[in-house]
């Protein structure tokens, strides 16, 4: 059958016959380059079995996962150890997901990142504390870790949120409940990590990408550094596209991630960044938790949310609102991942019904952790078949 794509152009696509090409438009698959699949160690959240059919679900054909894993893939026999397991798990569904790694920097492996430089898509470094016990909070420690990966070529992620504001802040809220999450990692932790990390990039020529910027104050040193031309790339979640700060009240823990959720002022600035292209990419930050983890009383509640299944609908669901060009979807889903950490396209595509409209349930998603921050939602615009490698899955 003859699809038509985004660009008005046609693809052949073996589709079933009860499949009704005219209301279908191809797009390339989506690219997700920020999951957590928990493998090795937290498999009782998501594993690559249940990940890889919520991505499929999500129209998604390519994840970059996150190394704050039990134990952190800080090391190759680690990494080894991981691409192994997963391998295994993808075997089992047979979904050869195309998939990408990061490692984890720590304060002393150097070396270890110059051994696996050609096993992983970057290195991620938590500039503050989150999910995990990965962090390196100390600026020479940084610094070198910016200059190692400048030296081979490596692309630097950066969990930009400052150490020192975070722990004062906790010490001010020693009550704090999910309501003051913010507050505890406020606004200024998020622009002074991005303030280190770009100040770091100009110094060491690095190419930096700034993980889910949540903020008005990190779009504004984006820009600025962008017109000064440090290659500095940002991020944007799905969360802090479509949930603002007042979410707490609704969903309490369900709302719970880091860099949390913000003002409405600084959401506004993220739709800005994305259409002045500040903004590159759109990273689910998938972090599945089990609803009885998000039960327990704050702060020990983990942060973190699912979304690689929800976010095509919701982005497709802006478009028919006219707040973001389908060319635009395409741009921070696909083009610009690519671009930036140098993969080659590949012919996967996802093809998507505008015109429907049906209700995110938390009953129909395919993560383990089975619930959505975005659960009951109502949003025109669907996946209906994701092509992987040829082969059609129906969404
Ligand atoms: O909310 C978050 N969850 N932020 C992170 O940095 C980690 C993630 C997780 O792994 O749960
Ligand atoms: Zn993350």
């Known amino acids: 059958m003859k699809i038509k794509t985004y660009q008005n152009l046609e693809v052949e696509c073996d589709l079933p016959l009860d499949a009704d090409p005219k209301n279908l438009i191809a797009l390339p698959a989506l690219v997700d380059p920020h999951v957590h699949f928990r493998t090795p160690g937290a498999e009782y959240k998501e594993n690559w079995e249940s990940g890889a059919l919520a991505a499929i679900n999500g129209g998604?054909?390519?994840?970059?996962?996150?190394?704050?894993?039990?134990?952190?893939?800080?090391?190759?026999?680690?990494l080894d150890e991981k691409i192994k397991l997963v391998n295994e798990q993808l075997t089992k569904i047979n979904i050869p997901l195309h998939r990408y790694f990061y490692l984890g920097a720590t304060t002393d492996n150097l070396p270890e990142i110059e051994k696996c430089k050609n096993k992983i898509i970057g290195v991620k470094l938590f500039m503050g504390a989150s999910t995990g016990n990965l962090l390196v909070a100390d600026?020479?420690?940084?610094k070198n870790i910016f200059k190692k990966c400048a030296e081979l070529n490596l692309v630097v992620a950066v969990h930009a949120e400052?150490?020192?504001?975070?722990?004062?802040?906790?010490?001010?809220?020693?009550?704090?409940?999910?309501?003051?999450?913010?507050?505890?990692?406020?606004?200024?932790a998020a622009q002074i990590a991005a303030q280190k990390a770009i100040h770091l990039a100009?110094?060491?020529?690095?190419?930096?990408?700034?993980?889910?910027?949540s903020t008005a104050q990190e779009i504004d040193l984006i820009r600025q550094a962008k017109k000064e031309g440090i290659k500095v790339f940002a991020e944007v979640t799905p969360h802090h596209l479509f949930l603002d700060e007042t979410a707490y009240g609704t969903l309490g823990a369900k709302a719970q991630m880091n860099p949390p959720l913000r003002s409405k002022n600084d959401q506004n600035a993220l739709w800005e960044a994305i259409n002045d292209g500040t903004i590159d990419t759109v990273g689910t930050d998938h972090a599945?938790?089990?609803?009885?983890e998000k039960s327990l009383p704050y702060p020990n509640s983990p942060s973190g949310v699912p979304g690689i299944e929800t976010y095509l609908p919701l982005l497709l669901d802006a478009h028919n609102k006219g707040k973001i060009t389908l060319e635009k979807i395409v741009e921070l889903t696909h083009t610009n991942p690519l671009k930036i950490f140098g993969l080659e396209k590949n012919n996967d595509l996802v093809l998507v019904d505008l015109n429907e409209i049906r209700t995110i349930k938390n009953e129909n998603l395919k993560t383990k952790c089975r619930w959505s921050p975005f659960d009951r939602w109502e949003l025109k615009g669907w996946p209906k078949y994701t092509i992987l490698n040829n082969k059609i899955y129906k969404v």
């Open 202 to 213: 100009r110094e060491t020529g690095v190419t930096l990408y700034i993980l889910h910027t």
């Open 60 to 78: 998604v054909t390519t994840v970059f996962d996150m190394p704050n894993n039990t134990p952190a893939i800080t090391t190759e026999v680690i």
């Open 162 to 188: 400052d150490d020192d504001i975070i722990n004062a802040q906790k010490n001010n809220f020693p009550e704090a409940t999910i309501s003051d999450h913010g507050k505890i990692r406020p606004n200024r």
């Open 139 to 142: 600026y020479e420690a940084q």
């Open 288 to 292: 599945p938790h089990t609803l009885q």
